[in-house]
């Protein structure tokens, strides 16, 4: 469900700092190693900067399905590729099949796919930056 809040810019700013220290932790990290969790952190970091953007719009999502409204919302309002959302929506699924089924990626997944993650997450974290005073 998305609800309208007051817009929140330190919000933004300390979800935009956690995302980055989950990041430089990733950097770190033998991520071919752990897959599940790189996959899990990774996921993380894009939720945290799409939650920052939508802070400072002044939009919240709660409830049931609010992961895959914010996605959806997040690459509607600012017109990101629709195999971009459809790629989110995967990763959702994969985070939430890890976390509630014990599944696990494997290595090549997280080789295929980590620098197209990570051009994803620049891409969101430069749209922050529209909002800035």
Same mark, same amino acid.
């Given at each position: 469900?998305?609800?309208?809040? @007051?817009?929140?810019?330190?919000?933004?700013?300390?979800?935009?700092?956690?995302?980055?220290? @989950? %990041?430089? +932790?990733?950097?770190? @990290?033998?991520? $071919?190693?752990?897959?599940?969790?790189?996959? *899990?952190?990774?996921?993380?970091?894009?939720?945290?900067?799409?939650?920052?953007?939508?802070?400072?719009?002044? %939009?919240?999502?709660?409830?049931?399905?609010?992961?895959?409204?914010?996605?959806?919302?997040?690459?509607?309002?600012?017109?990101?590729?629709?195999?971009? +959302?459809? !790629?989110?929506?995967?990763? +959702?699924?994969?985070? $939430? +099949?890890?976390?509630?089924?014990? !599944?696990? #990626?494997?290595?090549?997944?997280?080789?295929? $796919?980590?620098?197209?993650?990570?051009?994803?997450?620049?891409t969101l974290t #430069?749209? *922050? $930056?529209? !909002?800035?005073?």
């Open positions: 469900m998305k609800i309208k809040i @007051t817009p929140d810019k330190a919000k933004a700013k300390s979800l935009l700092e956690m995302a980055k220290i @989950t %990041l430089e +932790r990733l950097k770190e @990290t033998d991520k $071919n190693k752990y897959p599940a969790n790189t996959l *899990t952190d990774y996921y993380d970091v894009l939720h945290k900067v799409m939650e920052a953007i939508t802070s400072i719009e002044g %939009l919240k999502f709660k409830g049931e399905g609010a992961h895959q409204e914010l996605i959806d919302h997040i690459c509607t309002a600012h017109k990101q590729d629709e195999s971009i +959302r459809i !790629f989110l929506q995967e990763l +959702r699924e994969y985070r $939430n +099949r890890i976390a509630y089924e014990g !599944f696990t #990626v494997t290595d090549d997944y997280i080789k295929t $796919n980590s620098d197209k993650i990570e051009t994803i997450i620049s #430069v749209l *922050t $930056n529209k !909002f800035k005073e």
